[in-house]
């Protein structure tokens, strides 16, 4: 929402941004479960947990939170804010990105401070809608181009499946969101709906449909884009995903028509073309690459 459906210059919310960066720091909820103190640099704390932010960022991020659900903000501030408060959070975190388990000794940046930034917002005249409706309920929308980036999943079957769920890697952003302090469980304290038996979505099922033998999440990837109403599917994928390069082949060939594919090299930030389309069958090698696939089901 804080991009998708901005109406305002980004000095329209210097103001709001001000204002958040000067509140008092406070011992709050966050503080208690996700802040950590300096230990000489060992992240890990006496209760035995390690932690993603330091006490100073997490007494910020308690003050601050606070603060957002004070004000009467509209829908959109309320998005900006929020989404300031966690690109913030993100710069000072200790963590390899995700919140399934935080660093042993403290990261470089997370002995900075936490400091709001307006984020990169345009202008857009669109009446762009935004939804978090399951994707099966709006697939059938009047657009022209679905874009889909599903969870992969994992075809490591050695790493736990609750390993590789999305809501449990985020639970925290989730939580800053909703302000609701969750129940928690584990060592990295996540929020209790990023559970196993909660949480998960069928692109990352780890199992196979019995009377196919072929892997539930690919199936599901097949239903979704046949149902999808729009004529061209952009479809993103990884190598590591639970569906082999065989599999989503498949997918592709009973959907519609592969116009095209690029590779993409995260390392490098560059994009690949394919020369053609179905090269990508034998690019899949390790380590893993993100795929982005057109699809015309015309
Ligand atoms: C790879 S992430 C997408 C990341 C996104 N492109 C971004 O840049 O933030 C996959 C997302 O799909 C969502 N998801 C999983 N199953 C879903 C479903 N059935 N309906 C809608 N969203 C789903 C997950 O919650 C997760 O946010």
Redesign the pocket.
Known sequence: MCYLQNQYPESRYAKLIRRLNEVSPKDGWFTEHYGGDRNGGSALQPSGLKKPWQIHNTRKLDGIRHEIDRLALSPLERAVALSSLILALDRVDNTIGHFVFYLNTWSARSYNDLVLEVPKVFVTDRPNEVT??????ICGADVDLAYF????GSNNEKMPPSHVR??SY?HLWTTVCLNDCPDLFGKAKRCCDSSDRIAG????EFKSNERSGRFLAVE?LERLIKATSARWVIL?YSSGGRGTAEDINRVLTECGTLVDVVKLDYQRNVMAGMKWTHEWLCKTESPHHEFLFLIDKS
């Open positions: 978090r409706k399951d994707v099966f309920d980036d599903p969870p992969y999305y809501a985020y979505s069928v692109f990352e599901a993103s």
